[in-house]
């Protein structure tokens, strides 16, 4: 089911918390909301599920205006953070519910609500444990009945908030990736809310970037990951360094001293670009900055530098095997860079197109 | 260097490595503690309590038995039973209500209705009944247009009722409120989000939920509306076999002199009250840690 909003806003108590948002999901994707909190990326989500209503603007599901319809009518399987487990039923009783709660007429037979329930108990791997309470299983287990549960209804839209939140890492990994694969088997439209980029980058088929109320870019991982549209996202997705400069006639000046990188270009911009992508060393030429201190992630060794008067930090990759005290001088260049306008001069900060440049 | 700082400013602690759980009595401390407050327990409350089971039955089981039965104790018994089956549901329904209206909304002027609600706790009775007194005496504006109609309040039984409602107004909407804050309302929007009607959220999820929580809060409001003293001496206007429950007919027998007969009535409450009190314990270990609103 395609989900379409158009032009929605939502305000708390004057407060906006959602700017004019205009979004389409395709029948069958997997969507990631990120964002930081109180981006407004769960009021969205619970304006989808209507459990909030709009202030502004329609819901459509398919050709239907869903802000017309209840919660109830809308037919949306919701997971929660914390799981919302009816307590003091059993996780057979839990995934049966959204059957059992439905008007007489269209409620199937006691025994055809447990058989379906116990499919999609071996569906989420759960087999077994029909008879166990919420507060007897553990996080992973608890998720995995709320999202069987969301399922029971034939829900037209799969909407999970912060579903892996509440989970430690090793956990959330295991289930990131099954819930992947179950999104691949089912085929449900999905959409998560979730803080965690990575989690986001690797697991959504479409990444929407939001920040303060306003979406900032909704693309492919690749695309978000590779040309963010914004400062902002450039800065929130994966690691970035960003180094305020002008560009005069073409070429890129920090704190008026030329850095040998050429820009397509004119006046005050910032300079974002990731640890991987710079040359380091003698020769690399263009930048300098003071080792202040390094760390080991995975493959690389990741060194800070502070330029200049302003102590401007950034941070680049060197091999593991070349080691780099602290105090010691290193020149670098960044390979690929981009350059976002910088706010309060003039143009809008977030609205006007960045430029992807490599250096020649 | 830090056993000389620990001697400079905290010369009472023991020394680094010493045995002794610092944060624990002596055992002469903790022993002097318990011996106090059994002393004080003996004294204020269980003394009082065989007094009144000692009176009762001063004269035999016979008598004891005899003063319950007696035509003005039966009807005050009735008339005590009706007050609390009438006052104990009411405030069950609108504990629910308030305390589904304060802990699941937002709404403007909450915090003032909270506190409201108890409003009963920290108002004398005398006043409570004195209230009703001013709002249906034959002074006030609908007294009068009610007895026209043939409806007495005041000192008959809609008074004695009206009364007790207003003082057992807190017990179940207290219990309730934290308990449903604690809880959220994630659960409801689960089962709303699965399709359940309003009503059936309700029945099904919250009111399972707060099940322990209701019925003790029911526990202690029917013990108040029994015992109920003060408010319902104000409007009841002490008809025997009329307008008398049990706190009034065992003040009346007490004023007569008939001690026997008042601490037979009297150990009646007493046992009720104890009734309640095992009731109770029984359903905070339910409720899971001790304190009355503690969440599982």
């Given amino acids: 089911m395609e989900v379409r909003i158009e032009a929605v806003a939502k305000d708390f108590d004057r407060h906006p918390a959602l700017h004019e948002i205009d979004l389409a999901i395709a029948s069958g994707e997997l969507a990631a909301l990120v964002g930081p909190s109180g981006s407004g990326k769960t009021t969205l989500l619970r304006l989808i599920a209507g459990l909030e209503t709009p202030g502004r603007g329609r819901i459509l599901f398919g050709e239907e205006d869903a802000s017309r319809l209840s919660v109830q009518a809308r037919r949306v399987g919701f997971v929660f953070q914390h799981y919302a487990l009816f307590r003091h039923m059993t996780v057979l009783e839990n995934v049966g519910f959204g059957l059992s709660a439905r008007p007489r007429a269209l409620r199937p037979a006691r025994a055809e609500i447990d058989r379906r329930a116990r499919e999609l108990l071996e569906l989420v791997q759960l087999g077994g444990l029909e008879k166990r309470y919420p507060p007897q299983l553990s996080g992973g287990q608890r998720q995995r009945v709320a999202l069987a549960r969301a399922l029971a209804i034939e829900p037209r839209v799969l909407l999970l908030d912060e579903p892996f939140g509440a989970l430690d890492a090793q956990v959330r990994r295991d289930l990131r990736r099954w819930l992947r694969e179950l999104h691949d088997r089912t085929g449900h439209t999905t959409v998560f809310v979730t803080h965690d980029q990575e989690e986001a980058l690797e697991l959504a088929d479409r990444v929407v970037v939001m920040s303060q109320g306003r979406i900032e870019q909704a693309a492919t991982p690749d695309e978000v990951y590779d040309r963010p549209a914004t400062a902002f996202v450039h800065g929130f997705i994966g690691e970035s360094s960003r180094l305020p400069v002008r560009v005069e006639g073409g070429e890129v000046f920090l704190d008026d001293r030329p850095t040998g990188l050429r820009a397509d270009w004119e006046g005050p911009a910032e300079l974002f670009f990731r640890p991987h992508q710079a040359l380091v060393g003698d020769g690399a030429g263009g930048l300098a900055g003071m080792v202040t201190g390094g760390r080991r992630i995975a493959g690389v060794r990741r060194v800070e530098l502070e330029l200049g008067a302003a102590h401007r930090r950034v941070e680049v990759d060197l091999p593991l095997a070349q080691s780099c005290a602290p105090g010691t001088l290193l020149a670098f260049r960044p390979t690929a860079f981009r350059l976002y306008p910088l706010a309060g001069e003039g143009r809008p900060a977030d609205r006007a197109p960045a430029r992807q440049l490599a250096h020649g | ?296």
């Fill in chain 2, 1 to 296: 260097m830090v056993d000389i700082a620990r001697t400079l400013f905290f010369p009472g602690l023991p020394a680094a490595g010493a045995s002794r759980d610092c944060t624990s009595e002596t055992p002469g401390v903790r022993a002097g503690l318990i011996a106090a407050s059994l002393l004080f327990l003996a004294l204020f409350l269980l003394a009082p309590l065989a007094a009144v089971f000692a009176q009762a039955l001063s004269a035999g089981f016979g008598a004891w038995a005899a003063a319950l039965v007696e035509p003005d104790a039966l009807s005050a018994i009735r008339l005590t039973l009706l007050v609390a089956v009438i006052a104990v549901p009411l405030n069950c329904v609108f504990g629910l209500a308030a305390a589904w209206a304060a802990a699941k909304h937002e709404f403007r002027g909450k915090a003032f209705l909270i506190s409201l609600i108890d409003l009963p706790f920290s108002v004398s009775p005398v006043i409570a009944g004195l209230i009703y007194v001013l709002l249906f005496g034959a002074g006030s504006a609908i007294g009068p247009w009610l007895s026209a109609h043939g409806v007495q309040v005041l000192f008959a039984v809609p008074g004695i009722v009206l009364a007790t409602v207003f003082v057992t107004v807190p017990f179940v909407a207290r219990e309730l409120i934290p308990l449903m804050q604690a809880q959220g309302t994630t659960e409801e929007e689960a089962a709303l989000s699965l399709g359940a009607s309003g009503w059936r959220t309700f029945l099904r999820v919250t009111l399972p939920n707060v099940k322990w929580g209701l019925l003790y809060g029911v526990l202690l409001c029917n013990a108040r509306a029994m015992g109920e003293f003060g408010a319902v001496s104000v409007v009841s206007g002490h008809i025997r076999g009329m307008t008398n429950t049990m706190p009034l007919h065992v003040e009346i027998l007490y004023n007569e002199y008939n001690f026997q007969a008042a601490f037979a009535v009297a150990s009646l409450l007493a046992l009720l009250a104890l009734v309640t009190l095992v009731l109770k314990t029984a359903l905070e270990a339910r409720l899971g840690g001790g304190a009355p609103g503690r969440v599982r």
